[in-house]
């Protein structure tokens, strides 16, 4: 994934990352916990009538040069930027979202890293109950505990692998994906749709989230949610509100 105006430096300054790299499964680890914890998943632009661009230069512009947040294929898409910039292989896949009530096209974008002789399954970019750190793919059926959440992966029907997350105490499917590795350009058409079905939520309703630490911040349409491990609390929010919390508390501008 290769942008002409992508620059490492100044993506560290953006995730505030100053510590150890190279090619391996710690700098892998960090990189992956510094950008979700410093880069919101938001959809302003398709909230604005918006074709969410997939050209990488407007991607690392809008992300390193803006300060905006993205969705999917944006923050992947940033974040395998930085994986060739660093050396580390790696591959997109295309995974089917598994928490609707109908089945669903392949219209999720992850990354699967390679270092030290093990292939990581890396998303910036699903949302509320994404994995907050990379996961092997070689550890199945395990429960893995990523701060307060609690992610699995096993193999489904078809050979390839199902991630599910805890929710509530219940096992709950998030999405399966296989490994044929995807062009860039084969998400142009899941991005198109994503930015102007009328079903897709990204059309629907504003989605911003901001992970942290120590839980994670939700803004879903008019209200705000936020997730800690000490509970659960609820704000329902005027437009001026929005406008606020957009900018204290997703550092994204409004304008």
């Known amino acids: 994934m290769h942008s002409n105006n992508f620059n490492l430096s100044r993506y560290l300054r953006r995730i505030n990352y100053t510590g150890h790299l190279a090619a391996d499964s710690a700098t892998l680890n960090t990189l992956m916990r510094h950008q979700l914890f410093s880069i919101p998943f938001e959809n302003l632009d398709v909230q604005a009538g918006k074709v969410v661009s997939m050209a990488p230069d407007d991607i690392a512009d809008k992300l390193l040069q803006q300060g905006r947040g993205g969705y999917c294929y944006e923050v992947n898409g940033l974040f395998a930027m930085a994986l060739e910039a660093l050396g580390i292989p790696y591959r ?3 995974a089917r979202p598994m928490f609707y009530p109908a089945r669903r096209p392949k ?7 390679e270092v030290e002789g093990r292939q990581w399954l890396c998303d910036l970019g699903f949302g509320s109950y994404g994995i907050r750190a990379p996961m092997a793919l070689d550890l199945l059926d395990t429960d893995i505990k990523q701060d307060f959440d609690t ?3 096993s193999h489904n029907a078809q050979g390839g692998y199902l991630l599910q997350a ?9 999405y399966s994906f296989d490994l044929s590795p995807q062009e860039w350009i084969d ?3 899941a991005n198109y749709l994503n930015s102007t079905h009328p079903e897709a939520i ?3 309703k504003l989605l911003i989230i ?3 630490p120590e839980g994670r911040l939700i803004l879903l349409g008019d209200i705000l949610t936020s997730i800690t491990a000490s509970g659960i ?3 329902q929010l005027t437009k001026d509100d929005i406008d606020d919390v957009l900018k204290n508390r997703f550092a994204l501008s409004v304008s």
């Not at 219209?107 to 890293?113: K, S």
Request: hydrophobic share 45%.
């Open 92 to 94: 997109f896949v295309a």
């Open 107 to 113: 219209t999720h974008m992850a990354v699967i890293a």
């Open 151 to 153: 992610f699995r992966l």
């Open 166 to 174: 805890d929710v509530e105490g219940e096992w709950s499917n998030q």
């Open 187 to 189: 998400f142009v058409p």
């Open 202 to 204: 990204f059309v629907q």
């Open 210 to 212: 901001q992970h942290r």
């Open 233 to 235: 609390e609820k704000q």
